[in-house]
């Protein structure tokens, strides 16, 4: 089928992993994928973070850039109404943004099939972190776009409470979690190279990707290994950058630890799974309650042995003492004490991993399971009204 692909992401991040990665899988199953985004996304670079939108959302009133935000949307629409003139399209997926209804818009004109990707509560998100000017504005575009689709694909079943307690009806909700590429991360991905390259052969390794947070807490990783009787033995990768590297990077010293602690910065996406592939240890210190973190599922796919924090939306996907320990994140020496253990017990780092791979092949926690899951739900709703695929 012709699938019309929409997003406004501006950012080159883990978003953007999930976007390419479900188009690529799309396009593997034969289905013809047109995507209608912002241009900037075509010069960006894996990390970029927006760009010069980023910096005006920072310089700009907030109400004035929402109103921007909104009024995107009529620039999205006409891009979308060409795309649909030139290609004529089957199905309509949009990822849901804040304040963005030209997909719903178009959905509605053409009686289009309509998909939308949930992947965040943007409203309790940017209200909490950042503060909305214009809430009312915020609430009705949320609420309106999800309640519009044929189906809302959130990708976790606690992000999903957002949507029943919006109105969206049980039966056009699908949860389907972030997921992996094996081509990408597979048992082939060779750690032993970076341990190479960087001195750590024989170490004990732990690590982190993503973008480092301050509310991730990192710093528990060094005090873990300061305090651990074979500490030479042990050593801390993070694959990454963010504003909390400096005061991670200044702690390490304060401790005697700055040559046990190696920040990777930026790692180009070919490059991710071998720098995991070198981890012992991978750690998931503290997640969103609503979240379905990318990290977990490149853990989970090169068998690593992960620490996570015991909750919900975590059980989702992990079991504990079978792919993953889950540490209670109300322990204050909860997430220390998953990390001792691990790094005492070779043999349970060896069990959890291949329970974590294990795990993946048999909950189809795939691109390719995923993209095959969206072309059931158009295929069905095309079906209902009489197209043929």
């Known amino acids: 089928m012709k699938i019309l692909y929409h997003h406004r992401t501006r950012s080159k991040d883990g978003q953007n992993v999930h976007i390419e990665e479900l188009i690529a899988a799309l396009r593997r199953r034969g289905h013809e994928v047109i995507v209608v985004a912002p241009p900037a996304m075509e010069a960006a670079e894996f990390g970029d973070d927006g760009g010069m ?5 920072t310089h700009l009133p907030k109400a ?7 009024g995107y949307g009529l620039v999205a629409y006409r891009r979308l109404k060409a795309a649909m003139r030139r290609h ?11 304040y963005l209804l030209s997909g719903v818009r178009l959905a509605r004109r053409y009686r289009l099939p309509f998909l939308l990707e949930v992947n965040a509560p943007l409203l309790q998100e940017r209200g909490k972190f950042g503060g909305l000017a214009l809430p009312r504005l915020a609430a009705w575009t949320e609420r309106t776009a ?14 999903a409470d957002h949507l029943r307690a919006a109105g969206v009806a049980e039966e056009r909700i699908r949860v389907i979690p972030n997921g992996i590429n094996p081509r990408r991360f597979n048992a082939e991905n060779d750690g032993m190279r970076i341990r190479r390259q960087l001195g750590l052969e024989g170490r004990i390794i732990l690590g982190f990707t993503g973008f480092m947070r301050d509310w991730h807490g990192l710093e528990r990783v060094i005090d873990v290994m300061a305090a651990a009787p074979n500490r030479a033995d042990l050593h801390f990768l993070v694959v990454g950058d963010g504003p909390a590297r400096a005061a991670l990077e200044t702690h390490a010293a304060a401790c005697g630890m700055q040559d046990q602690l190696t920040v990777m910065g930026i790692v180009g996406r070919d490059e991710v799974a071998d720098h995991v592939a070198a981890f012992d240890i991978a750690l998931q210190p503290q997640v969103v309650e609503y979240a379905s973190p990318l990290k977990l599922f490149e853990y989970m796919a090169l068998g690593r042995a992960i620490v996570a924090p015991d909750q919900r939306n975590i059980r989702e996907i992990l079991t504990h003492e079978e792919d993953a320990l889950l540490f209670d994140a109300a322990d204050a020496d909860g997430f220390a004490a998953a990390i001792r253990r691990l790094v005492g017990d070779e043999d349970l780092r060896r069990r959890l991993g291949k329970g974590a791979m294990a795990t993946i092949e048999k909950r189809r926690l795939t691109w390719d399971a995923n993209a095959e899951r969206v072309e059931k739900l158009f295929a069905s709703l095309l079906e209902q009204r009489g197209r043929k695929t």
Do not use: G
């Open 88 to 98: 004529r399209p089957d199905v309509l997926y949009e990822r849901y943004n804040l």
């Open 146 to 159: 999800w309640k519009a689709a044929d189906y809302a694909l959130p990708v976790t079943d606690c992000l």
């Open 64 to 70: 004035f850039y929402e109103l921007l935000e909104f």
């Open 53 to 57: 939108i980023a910096r005006l959302k």
